[in-house]
């Protein structure tokens, strides 16, 4: 059950100008689902993408790397995404099935297989299906509308895999006196670690950006969204985030990050992109408790998402949130494996919600079991450590470990 996750109400999820999406049925992994997407872009749009720092990365991300760095994401007319399966862990028959499904797109969209980036979600080390997929290609281009809500909300759920709700968000903010939308998917329930640079996230603008700014745009967003979720510590061999601008607002070109108009873009592309990240989290596999962590006082931000991410990795934590049990000598021992050689434990002070647990290393004098057991039962929860060694901080959200998380990923090819 989604922790405090509903289904996006297509009506909240803005028009995209420029961008056009299709959804079909493949039967990629299992018959009558779509589980086929495939948007078009108009020419002119720009695209950026950061993808998974896992070396045993899948063929379709090989492949979009090499597209993008064939022209920059200058002329990226389509991408394809399917579900069911990753197509990661087959080696070169793996890569030239990727490139079979940009050819046969491309060739129905009278464009270059270089225009075309391929993604893959779903089951490591299965043979895909390629077949089925250009089978299902025309149903996809016959399906493709204009990127208003509805179509976005289809997209969502045709990108899923163990996810049990589809994730999008949107914003709209004023450039130049004119509208410009902010929306995007994403899925991801389980193997999730940030480490980019299984899941997949799609954020749209019809925002005029330089092209040259795009690619900054998305390592910054990706950084404060998806790079700072964990719900297993496993890093998925097809983690891809990309960042799509059609230009079709009709403002004036934002040619610097740094510029009022260029702030803005940036603050609503985070938002959206961090809605999104906080959204896998709340619907991790067998998730029941939301936890954000937050480390304070820390000499760098480095060091703070070091303990904010033993923290948030430890499975004693997590299945201590999971029983709502205030065991929380775990979150102590975590901080303190997290790899600052020179800690000083006895400067450091824990919290949980407005609980005070831990003060200058020790048991706080006026904490009782119950206190904590009171917050531990909350289905979100802040876990707030201080370092007392300096003034950065960092933030990191993940979820407990349930019963469900194993059932889940034991049966997840049946």
């Known amino acids: 059950m989604p922790v405090n996750l509903t289904t996006p109400d297509p009506s909240q999820l803005h028009a995209v100008p420029g961008l056009r999406i299709g959804v079909a049925m493949a039967g990629v992994r299992k018959a009558n689902r779509r589980d086929l997407v495939v948007f078009e872009l108009v020419p002119g749009s720009a695209v950026a993408g950061v993808f998974t720092a896992n070396r045993f990365c899948a063929a379709p991300v090989q492949l979009c790397q090499q597209n993008l760095a064939a022209d920059g994401g200058a002329a990226v007319r389509a991408l394809v995404i399917n579900t069911g399966n990753a197509n990661a862990g087959t080696g070169a028959d793996g890569l030239l099935r990727a490139r079979q499904t940009c050819e046969a797109l491309a ?9 075309v980036l391929p993604f893959s979600t779903g089951v490591i080390m299965e043979t895909l299906p390629v ?15 204009p990127a ?4 976005w909300a289809d997209a969502a759920a045709g990108i899923m895999t163990t996810d049990t709700l589809p994730k999008a968000a949107s914003r709209q903010l ?11 998917i994403a899925k991801g329930a389980g193997m999730i670690r940030p480490n980019m ?6 954020v ?31 890093t998925s061999t097809n983690d891809s985030f990309m960042l799509l601008a059609t230009q079709q607002a009709g403002h004036a070109a934002i040619t610097t990050l740094s510029s009022a108009e260029g702030r803005a873009l940036r603050d609503a592309v985070v938002a959206v992109s961090q809605q999104l ?51 929380l000598g775990r979150i102590l021992a975590a ?51 201080h370092l007392h060694r300096g003034a950065a901080q960092a933030q990191v959200w993940t979820c407990d470990f349930s019963h469900d998380y194993v059932t889940i990923n034991a049966d997840y090819r049946s």
């Open 197 to 202: 640079a299984t899941m997949l996230g799609f």
């Open 174 to 184: 004023q450039i130049g006196g004119r509208t410009v939308s902010v929306t995007g």
């Open 335 to 385: 901080v303190g494996y997290a790899g600052i050689a020179d800690l000083d434990q006895g400067l450091i002070d824990l919290f949980l919600d407005d609980v005070h647990v831990v003060r200058e290393g020790g048991r706080h004098p006026d904490y009782r079991e119950e206190h904590g057991q009171r917050v531990m039962k909350q289905s979100e929860i802040t876990v707030r450590v």
């Open 277 to 327: 990240a906080q959204a896998i989290v709340r619907d991790g596999e067998g998730a029941t408790k939301f936890i954000s962590v937050v480390v304070e006082g820390g000499r760098s931000e480095a060091e703070c998402k070091l303990a904010a991410y033993a923290i948030a990795h430890s499975p004693l934590v997590k299945t201590a949130f999971f029983a709502s049990d205030p065991n």
């Open 204 to 234: 749209a603008t019809d925002a005029v950006i330089a092209p040259g700014l795009l690619q900054a745009l998305v390592t910054e967003a990706a950084d404060l969204s998806f790079n700072r979720i964990t719900i297993d510590g496993d």
């Open 131 to 145: 077949d089925r997929i250009q089978a299902a290609l025309p149903a996809a281009l016959a399906a493709l509308r």
């Open 107 to 115: 060739a129905l969209m009278q464009v270059q297989p270089q225009q």
């Open 148 to 151: 208003d809500g509805p179509a």
